[in-house]
Structure formats: C-alpha cells, structure tokens
C-alpha cells in the first residue's frame, strides 16, 4: 500500500509562486498531479516517469505548460510541483497520485490511471 503526503499548499497573489511537495512510502511506476475546484470535475496537471526507460519523461496540461514544473527526488521517492506565474484558474486542491501499472505516456493524465492518492493540499490564489 503507497502512502502519500502533500504539502505546500498555501494562498497567494495572482503572479505569485508555489512549490508542492509529494512524498510516497515507496517506488511507483508514475507520479503525478492533479487538481479540483469547487463544483469543477477532477483534472490532470503534470506527471512524471519514475525509474525505467521513461525516467523523469513528463507530460503537462496545456493550462498550465510554460508555467509550472514537475520534478522527483529519487532518492527521496518525493516529486514536486513548483507553480509560478499563478493565476486565480489555478485555485483548487491539488492532489498528489502513484501508479504502480503500466500507463500510456497518452494517458498520464487520466485519473483513473492511478491507484493511490492522497488527500489533497490547497491552494487558493487570489488577491
């Protein structure tokens, strides 16, 4: 059973930068982001290859592509997501997820792709 841990959420101006941070109990194939707002549906952000021929390959939604960015410590089985250039848009609860099955570099970020979660850190920007 992957435990996962989110941190980092916090609220900010428009224009402001967030890191967030992910630590899993253990290797998974993949990590990623994904976020929900208040009455919206949930929606893949970033996500990440752990170890394998697609190390550190990643993918982003074109929302947010140019302005944030998904990275992993390997050694410390944590991924981030360092946001800048926020925008209200962004404001939801930001969700960390593992796979430990094969996923499609085509369905990174479909949710239901992935089999562990956690529960969520927020993050509000607004001025």
């Known amino acids: 059973q992957v435990q996962l841990v989110e941190s980092g959420g916090d609220s900010v101006q428009p224009g402001g930068s967030l890191r967030l941070s992910c630590a899993a109990s253990e290797y998974t194939n993949i990590m990623a982001w994904f976020r929900q707002a208040p009455g919206k549906e949930r929606e893949g952000v970033a996500a990440?290859?752990?170890?394998?021929?697609?190390?550190?390959?990643?993918y982003y939604a074109d929302s947010v592509r140019n302005r944030f960015r998904i990275s992993q410590d390997d050694a410390k089985n944590t991924m981030y997501l360092q946001m800048n250039d926020l925008k209200p848009e962004d404001t939801a609860v930001y969700f960390c997820?593992?796979?430990?099955?094969?996923?499609?570099?085509?369905?990174?970020?479909?949710?239901?792709?992935?089999?562990?979660w956690g529960r969520g850190t927020q993050v509000t920007v607004s001025s």
């Open positions: 990440i290859y752990g170890r394998g021929n697609l190390h550190n390959t990643v």
């Open positions: 997820a593992a796979s430990t099955q094969r996923v499609y570099y085509t369905e990174t970020l479909k949710s239901q792709k992935y089999n562990y």
